[in-house]
């Protein structure tokens, strides 16, 4: 089965690598997006998915070729609804899988204390050097004859007898005969001799002959041997020094990376607002749910105000399983699924999206072990194709806000999640399945860099101050004649009611719509420090004294946790400094806010 994998890596501001996988598996209609900080990390784990997806394939595959007969095929169905079922009650334990699990990052562990694997090269053993060949024994002599032969020897003394003596014919004969075998035996002697002397020459030279080839390959042998020992011992020290450099490129590759987890590990720990979403990110990897449940998010953090947004990609209503049993059809030879009711789905996904918004800030605000986290803002976010339309849409569904140390004191374990969702003051429509759009309680801001200390815009104001620092007049006109703009398309009008140095800019919009508009109270702290309850409790007495419709307070900073869950289900807007840049830049006016500056510049002074 054909898989596909589409990896990508971006980088944040301190350029440290984010990698993020999507992975598909076409066979079991299956997708899944994975984020990591470490590539092998990512790797790991889609590796993981995918075997796992693997064994499910082919263990279907493999139950569909086996099942031949009837009593086969039932079993087969039942299998398939076991794990149809086995899918819904994940969905259903979603909130309470896991509650008592600390999900804090160990440091420690993510720090690789492995040793080399790789065993040190052993040199070849080669034996001990060849024995020597021995040489051949010397050859036997051949001996010569032990006695020359000599006339006085028996067969050569002619013993004459009596015929002999009287006969001298006979006697002549009978010397001749003796001299004739002297002299044979004689030539005979010679004869062996000389042939004995001839061979033992032969033998003596092959001797000779042998014994130095025998030599000679001995020395052969033994420089070859010797050569084999230089072979074996450069290849050895080569091997050794590969050895050594891989070792300690792996020791070095080994204390970068933990001395890069120590840098997290130390920025985490002064709360620094990367530091926290990377952690925060790594803490929502680590997060186990089904495969139906994607794994995308975008998260954004105010170190002044404690606040993390959480953006997180919900699944679509129709991305949960809906399967509740298969049978099997012995007259058509096919499985039949029975499907759940479509009001059944719909309270799943309702059930499933109220758990995973409590179960993510479950987990963040355990996790949070250097208490960097006030409150979380989680806004659930849907793709999903318009019925009405037939295009695919995204829109945020519900948004909640939750202050870390109130929703701590929850029980998760028993609660009904829609009912405690209500009671946190979530926004969201009654029928989460609707896809209903929300407006969310507060955003990320992807683009606005005003955290970034000393980071100017080129287009500013015309004197170039930092918005922060303005002129407590100059930044009242400004408030006023910004909202002018904003309000001119409708026919509205801003009035400035009043000036006063206490840092405030009380004005009033009067909006002629007929259904939204009306009388509109503005307030506006050019504040270095975060805005907190007592501000927005100020907005909103005033609102209910002037009988307006509403109250917008705008700063050049951001309000605290408390200010936000007081301004809940209020008439009330609160902008921030980063939403009154990008109301600046609407209307075509560049500024920049740096507040480490106002502070530095104000030491003494906690807003003007």
């Excluded at 039942?78 to 079922?85: D, F, I, V």
Aim: net charge negative.
């Amino acid at each position: 089965m054909i898989k596909s994998v589409r990896a990508t890596v971006t980088y944040n501001t301190r350029g440290v690598p984010s990698y993020q996988a999507t992975i598909s598996h076409p066979g079991l209609s299956r997708s899944a997006t994975f984020k990591a900080s470490d590539e092998a990390a990512l790797k790991l784990r889609v590796d993981a998915q995918l075997a796992r997806w693997d064994e499910i394939w082919q263990r279907a595959v493999s139950r569909e070729r086996r099942a031949n007969t009837t009593a086969e095929k039932k079993q087969l169905a039942e299998e398939r609804t076991e794990e149809a079922q086995a899918q819904l009650r994940a969905l259903d334990s979603l909130l309470t899988e896991g509650l008592d699990l600390d999900p804090a990052i160990d440091w420690d562990h993510l720090k690789d204390s492995s040793r080399y694997g790789s065993r040190r090269p052993q040199k070849k053993d080669l034996g001990a050097p060849p024995k020597p060949i021995p040489p051949p024994p010397a050859p036997d002599r051949i001996k010569p004859l032990a006695f020359m032969p000599e006339r006085s020897d028996p067969p050569y003394r002619s013993t004459l007898d009596l015929l002999d003596r009287l006969i001298p014919s006979f006697r002549r004969a009978k010397l001749e005969r003796m001299e004739k075998l002297f002299a044979s035996d004689l030539e005979a002697w010679h004869s062996s001799q000389a042939e004995i002397v001839n061979k033992n020459r032969e033998a003596e030279t092959l001797h000779r002959d042998a014994t130095k080839r025998i030599e000679e390959l001995n020395l052969a042998r033994s420089a070859e041997y010797e050569a084999n020992c230089q072979a074996v011992e450069e290849e050895h020290r080569r091997e050794g020094f590969e050895y050594e450099r891989n070792k300690a490129a792996f020791y070095e590759a080994q204390k970068l990376a933990n001395a890069e987890v120590d840098l997290r590990h130390a920025l985490y720990g002064t709360k620094d607002a990367n530091a926290i979403i990377e952690y925060c990110e790594s803490i929502l990897n680590n997060a186990e749910y089904p495969p139906s449940i994607p794994s995308q998010f975008d998260l954004g953090f105010n170190p002044d105000t404690g606040v993390l947004i959480v953006d997180l990609q919900l699944p679509g209503p129709d991305d949960l399983p809906k399967v509740s049993e298969i049978k099997y059809v012995k007259a058509s030879d096919t499985y039949s699924e029975k499907l759940l009711s479509e009001a059944q789905q719909n309270r799943i996904y309702d059930d499933v999206v109220y758990r995973l918004a409590l179960r993510t800030l479950h987990n963040l605000f355990r996790a949070d072990s250097v208490g960097a986290i006030m409150s979380i803002v989680f806004n659930g976010i849907v793709t999903s194709i318009d019925k009405a339309t037939g295009n695919e849409t995204t829109a945020c569904i519900l948004s909640l806000q939750a202050l870390k140390e109130k929703f701590l004191a929850i029980n998760l374990a028993k609660v009904d999640p829609k009912a405690c969702f209500r009671q946190l003051r979530g926004v969201g429509s009654s029928k989460l399945h609707s896809v209903t759009a929300v407006a969310p309680i507060m955003e990320l801001d992807r683009s606005d860099p005003r955290f970034v200390p000393a980071l100017a815009i080129s287009q500013r104001l015309s004197v170039g101050y930092n918005l922060a620092l303005m002129d407590w007049e100059d930044f009242e006109h400004l408030i006023r004649e910004i909202f002018e703009k904003e309000f001119e398309y409708a026919g509205g009008e801003v009035k400035v009611t009043q000036t006063s140095r206490d840092g405030g800019v009380d004005a009033v919009a009067f909006d002629p719509d007929p259904i939204r508009g009306g009388k509109i109270v503005i307030q506006a702290k050019r504040w270095a420090n975060t805005v907190g309850v007592a501000a927005v409790r100020d907005l909103y007495g005033t609102v209910m004294n002037e009988g307006a419709s509403k109250g917008i307070l705008v700063t050049t900073s951001d309000y605290g946790p408390d200010a936000y869950e007081f301004a809940k289900l209020k008439p009330l807007t609160l902008l921030s400094g980063s939403n009154l840049l990008h109301l600046l830049e609407k209307h075509g006016v560049r500024a920049h806010i740096n507040l480490q500056e106002a502070r530095t510049s104000m030491p003494n002074v906690k807003g003007t």
